[in-house]
């Protein structure tokens, strides 16, 4: 990756990510336990949520810390289940299984990140993630993103989650000729119509 390019997806991602602390089992196995009530905890409509709570649960061993902090944050503002495995989808890829499982069926064209010139697989997994977060968004009941729109710790703390994992991604993938420019055009217009009052508008 060169230093234009690194620059650029610095610039996109808002700076670096952060490392995580070290912390040990006992505390990591509590903070698990504490996700799984809070998902518990949620009342819905069990023929609305289809099971997802019990797949978002069951996948909280095998994440990060960073993302089980995430995952805590959005089922703490109300996000569902289904919503939050298409978040963590391009980080965690059973969640994306899982979104895949319930969407491909019914996907006829997905988000187009075709400007940004990433490599084909790279390309494929982003609009992927994209596609999953606009499906899960709309076929919600409960709760919608845009609902949300005016939080700005909520809008703040999405922006730099979704930034690191991407950024995480990009390094993993070893990215190496894409348009950084060209590709925080398009996650910004993707981005602004998540959150608009009309998100498929």
Known sequence: MSTEQMSGVEDLMMGNVSENVAETDEKISDRIVAAQQKIAA?????????????????LLSGVSIKILDFIIFLIDHGVPSLTILAMISLEVPEAGKICYSEFHKYIAET????????????EEKISLWWTFIFASNYISKTLKLNQLRTNDVFVQRISKEFSDMLKNFLVQKNEKKFDPKALKKILKTYADKVFSKNPLG
């Open 111 to 122: 988000a187009d990140f075709s400007v940004a010139n990433l490599s084909k697989e790279t």
């Open 42 to 58: 949620i009342k819905k409509d069990e023929q609305s949520s289809q099971g997802f709570d019990n797949k978002l649960a069951a």
